[in-house]
C-alpha cells in the first residue's frame, strides 16, 4: 500500500514536472536573457531623450523661416548616418498619414502597429525579434507637436488632438 502510493505519488510529480518544463519551453519563443532586454531599454530610453531634445533644441534656435534646413530634415540624415554605421537602426516616422516624405512611414506590421497604439496612448511600444539569428529589442516613442513652429512647415499638425503623436521614433536596438 505505501509502495503504491510512493509510486503513484512519484508518477503525479513526473506529469507535474513535465508539465512545468513543457510551460518553460515555448517552442517558437527564444531564450532571451531579460538584464540583457533591460540594457537595451534603458539605451533606447536614453538615445530617445539625447535625439528628442536634440530635435526640439535645433529647431528652436535655429530655424526661423520655412527655408531654414528643417530639424527633422536634420534628424532622417543624422538617424540613417548612425544607423549605416551599425549602431543601432532609428528611423523618424509620420504618424499623421501626410508625411513631408513618402519614405518617412510605417514599413512593417510592428510600425503600422505601434503607430496606432501610440496614437490610443500608448506612452511606448515594444517587442523582441530576432534577426539573423541574434536577438534585438525593437521600440517605437511618440513625437508630439512640441513646438508651434512645427506647425510653419506642417500645417496639418494644427489639427492634432492636444499631446496626439503626429509621429514617432522607431529604434532597433542589438540585445548584448
Ligand atoms: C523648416 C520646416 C520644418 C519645421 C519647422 C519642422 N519640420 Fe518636420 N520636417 C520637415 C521636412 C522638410 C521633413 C522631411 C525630412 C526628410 O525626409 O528629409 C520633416 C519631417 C518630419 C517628420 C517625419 C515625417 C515626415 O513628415 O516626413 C516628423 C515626425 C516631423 N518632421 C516632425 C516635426 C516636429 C515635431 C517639428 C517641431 C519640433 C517639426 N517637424 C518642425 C520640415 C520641418
Given at each position: 500500500?505505501?509502495?503504491?502510493?510512493?509510486?503513484?505519488?512519484?508518477?503525479?510529480?513526473?506529469?507535474?514536472?513535465?508539465?512545468?518544463?513543457?510551460?518553460?519551453?515555448?517552442?517558437?519563443?527564444p531564450?532571451v536573457d531579460e538584464a540583457a532586454v533591460a540594457r537595451a531599454r534603458?539605451t533606447?530610453?536614453?538615445?530617445?531623450?539625447?535625439?528628442?531634445?536634440?530635435?526640439?533644441?535645433?529647431?528652436?534656435?535655429?530655424?526661423?523661416?520655412?527655408?531654414?534646413?528643417?530639424?527633422?530634415?536634420?534628424?532622417?540624415?543624422?538617424?540613417?548616418?548612425?544607423?549605416?554605421?551599425?549602431?543601432?537602426?532609428?528611423?523618424?516616422?509620420?504618424?499623421?498619414?501626410?508625411?513631408?516624405?513618402?519614405?518617412?512611414?510605417?514599413?512593417?506590421?510592428?510600425?503600422?502597429?505601434?503607430?496606432?497604439?501610440?496614437?490610443?496612448?500608448?506612452?511606448?511600444?515594444?517587442?523582441v525579434v530576432q534577426?539573423?539569428?541574434e536577438p534585438y529589442l525593437r521600440?517605437?516613442?511618440?513625437?508630439?507637436?512640441?513646438?508651434?513652429?512645427?506647425?510653419?512647415?506642417?500645417?496639418?499638425?494644427?489639427?492634432?488632438?492636444?499631446?496626439?503623436?503626429?509621429?514617432?521614433?522607431?529604434?532597433t536596438i542589438p540585445i548584448e
Open positions: 500500500m505505501q509502495r503504491r502510493l510512493t509510486a503513484s505519488l512519484a508518477a503525479l510529480t513526473m506529469i507535474a514536472l513535465a508539465g512545468v518544463v513543457a510551460a518553460q519551453k515555448p517552442a517558437d519563443k531564450k534603458k533606447a530610453a536614453m538615445l530617445d531623450d539625447v535625439y528628442k531634445n536634440a530635435i526640439v533644441l535645433i529647431t528652436d534656435k535655429y530655424v526661423h523661416d520655412e527655408s531654414d534646413f528643417a530639424a527633422g530634415a536634420a534628424a532622417v540624415q543624422l538617424f540613417k548616418t548612425i544607423s549605416d554605421k551599425g549602431w543601432h537602426n532609428v528611423r523618424l516616422l509620420d504618424a499623421t498619414g501626410d508625411p513631408f516624405d513618402a519614405e518617412n512611414v510605417a514599413k512593417d506590421q510592428f510600425e503600422k502597429e505601434g503607430i496606432t497604439s501610440l496614437k490610443q496612448g500608448k506612452a511606448t511600444v515594444e517587442q534577426k539573423d539569428d521600440v517605437m516613442t511618440p513625437v508630439p507637436v512640441v513646438l508651434k513652429k512645427c506647425i510653419m512647415c506642417h500645417p496639418h499638425y494644427e489639427d492634432a488632438r492636444p499631446g496626439e503623436p503626429i509621429g514617432a521614433i522607431s529604434y
